[in-house]
């Protein structure tokens, strides 16, 4: 039974869906459902708007991956050190991450207000530019910023805790033997803590690249895409076109392309990261 429930919650919606990207089915209108080939597929990777929504997520995922890998790495590092406070400050940085997605998108969605927004009074006080002058959801060239800093707010801490893990595992005997080698701490840093940290790394640059790459949520709730396609990433093209323009089959043969990408890219990521593991 539990096989047969694991099959009908996952495989069948799978099936159903590549079935469907074959077709003209539209969820909104009854009537006869065609076989088009791979019309839709064609239609999809000769898309302009396709491929920007791709460079938008491909934008997306990057610059959050980098960002929140840096610090959260360094915050690891640093919490690892156990200063006086470091279980409470722990608990505070942990924060971010146990809060909704709709939380969250409000909460920022407010603060980047330029009338009363705290974040345009922060950086009006730190440049002197004047708080009413930009808008980070309205810009084009701020919105996809505005985006990345609100994931990497919400989701460093997660970093964070998979590379203090990777740490915390380090045994002490090995940097007991490197002090009696004389060796320095930045040679400690480099030889030791970073190598023996590398797959903890990769894991969390893993699980943030698949996260990040179908997000939704947070987008939806800040920008809806805006302004304009700025920050329309791949998962709201695809609602879009699936619970807007009702394309379902257009949609589905987009689905399958997304999951192709990332299920492939994940895989080749794996590897890599299994090579390093073996070191």
Known sequence: PTIVLLL?????????TIYLSF?????NRSGEVKN?????????????????????????????IVIETVLGFALAYLIDKKFRGHGFWTTVLLLPMMLSPAVVGNFWKFLYEPQIGLFNYA?????????????????????PWSIV????????????????????????????????????????????????SMPFIMLAVLFR????FKMFD?????????????TEVASIT??????????????????IILFVAVFGLANIYVKALNRVKQR
């Open 8 to 16: 009908a919650i996952n495989i069948f919606p799978l099936i159903w």
């Open 23 to 27: 077709t003209n089915y539209a969820a």
């Open 36 to 64: 088009v080939g791979i019309r839709n597929y064609e239609r999809i990777l000769t898309d302009a708007d396709i491929w920007g929504a791709m460079q938008a997520t491909a934008h997306f995922v990057i610059w959050t």
């Open 123 to 143: 950086i009006s006080f730190l440049t002197g530019m004047d708080r009413t002058s930009f808008q980070m959801l309205g810009e084009v060239s701020l919105a």
């Open 149 to 196: 800093i609100v994931d990497a707010w919400m989701w460093t801490p997660y970093v964070m805790l998979i590379c203090l893990a990777g740490l915390r595992s380090i045994p002490d005997y090995i940097y007991a033997a490197a002090e009696v080698d004389r060796a320095s701490p930045w040679r400690q840093f480099v030889s030791i803590t970073l190598p023996m």
């Open 209 to 212: 690249g698949i996260e990040n």
């Open 218 to 230: 947070l987008i939806n709730l800040l920008t809806s895409g805006g302004p304009g396609s700025t």
């Open 238 to 255: 695809l609602k879009r076109a699936a619970f807007e323009s009702w394309r379902t089959g257009y949609s589905s043969a987009f689905a």
